[in-house]
């Protein structure tokens, strides 16, 4: 038997399936630092939305807001006059400010707020106050505003801050989008490099160690077995240095690849890391639109 028929076709088989696999994955690679680039750039401009969103939420003083509608509103006045809020501790007091007053931002502040103002209505009501606020005071329920000028200034600053809260939750999607996407290609390159590492490994088994063989003698029996002298003068050899220099080029190519690997799994990590808590939920946009949670 012609056993340079058989490694011959081995070595060109093996060469060419990992020729087709590895310009698969290569050109993937390729496509794949393009959009870690695309995705950084859409970070970063997500990152300036949320810093011009958060500048004008603060702009509108929900503080402020929340102040009004507590302090001026004759409709929580007369909930106070009819003892809704009392036989309750200040938090249950608070508890019960939202639940009628739903429309309120929820902020720790309003707690003391609101003590104050229950303070001073229940002194009123003691005086047999007939009139608690004058012409120049706002409201609390925007339904009972007496006053339209006072009810259009607070109405519109209350549509104002809903607006920038959908923009908020529009940041939030767009930013839980780009996370499932980092995590969905941090979970791809795991593959890719197992991949690489067998394509590696394949080069030498299915393609370098055949062509070491050749040529060999019509009918001659193989025989495989290790005697160092051999193996090192069969590598110093002519076609030794030529298998050698062929393998260190193409492992070469695929190291370059594999390295360009860890620097896409390193720059998807760090951009999933700048994707914190704050950029994913409401109260990182402003501390009236939720709670943060306690560590």
Same mark, same amino acid.
């Given at each position: 038997m012609d056993w340079n028929w058989f490694f011959s076709s081995l070595a060109q088989c093996g060469a060419a399936l990992i020729g087709i696999i590895a310009a698969f994955i290569i050109s993937k690679l390729l496509n794949e630092s393009e959009k870690?680039?695309?995705?950084?750039?859409?970070?970063? #401009?997500?990152? *300036?939305?949320?810093?011009?969103?958060?500048?004008?939420?603060?702009?509108?003083?929900?503080?402020?807001?929340?102040?009004?509608?507590?302090? !001026?509103?004759?409709?929580?006045?007369?909930?106070?006059?009819? @003892?809704?809020?009392?036989?309750? !501790?200040?938090?249950?007091?608070? *508890?019960?400010? /939202?639940?009628?007053?739903?429309?309120?931002?929820?902020?720790?502040?309003?707690?003391?707020?609101?003590?104050?103002?229950?303070? /001073? *209505? #229940?002194?009123?009501?003691?005086?047999?106050?007939?009139? /608690?606020?004058?012409?120049?005071?706002?409201? !609390?329920?925007?339904?009972?505003?007496?006053?339209?000028?006072? /009810?259009?200034?607070?109405?519109? @600053?209350?549509?104002?801050i809903e607006k920038?809260?959908?923009? *908020?939750?529009?940041?939030?999607?767009?930013?839980?989008?780009?996370?499932?996407?980092?995590?969905? #290609?941090?979970?791809?390159?795991?593959?890719?490099?197992?991949?690489?590492?067998?394509?590696?490994?394949?080069?030498?088994?299915?393609v370098i160690y055949p062509l070491s063989f050749l040529p060999m003698a019509q009918n001659e029996t193989i025989k495989l077995f290790f005697i160092p002298n051999n193996v090192l003068s069969h590598i110093f050899s002519n076609q030794g240095w030529m298998l050698l220099l062929l393998f260190c080029f193409v492992e070469g190519i695929f190291g370059y690849f594999f390295r360009l690997v860890n620097k896409l799994i390193k720059q998807y990590k760090t951009m999933k890391a700048s994707i914190g808590d704050n950029y994913l939920n409401l109260w990182g946009y402003s501390e009236y639109f939720g709670e943060k949670p306690k560590k």
């Open positions: 870690a680039d695309s995705f950084q750039n859409q970070f970063e #401009k997500l990152k *300036a939305q949320y810093t011009e969103v958060r500048k004008r939420i603060d702009l509108l003083e929900i503080g402020k807001w929340n102040d009004r509608i507590i302090n !001026t509103s004759y409709g929580l006045f007369d909930l106070i006059a009819n @003892r809704e809020f009392d036989d309750k !501790t200040p938090e249950e007091r608070q *508890a019960h400010l /939202y639940l009628r007053f739903p429309h309120l931002y929820k902020h720790e502040s309003n707690k003391a707020q609101f003590e104050s103002f229950f303070i /001073y *209505a #229940k002194e009123a009501i003691s005086k047999n106050s007939a009139v /608690y606020f004058d012409e120049d005071t706002p409201l !609390t329920n925007i339904s009972a505003i007496r006053n339209p000028e006072i /009810y259009k200034e607070l109405n519109d @600053r209350k549509i104002e920038h809260k959908i923009d *908020a939750e529009s940041i939030i999607r767009s930013c839980q989008i780009l996370n499932e996407e980092i995590q969905d #290609k941090q979970a791809g390159f795991k593959q890719t490099k197992v991949i690489l590492r067998m394509l590696m490994f394949g080069l030498f088994f299915t």
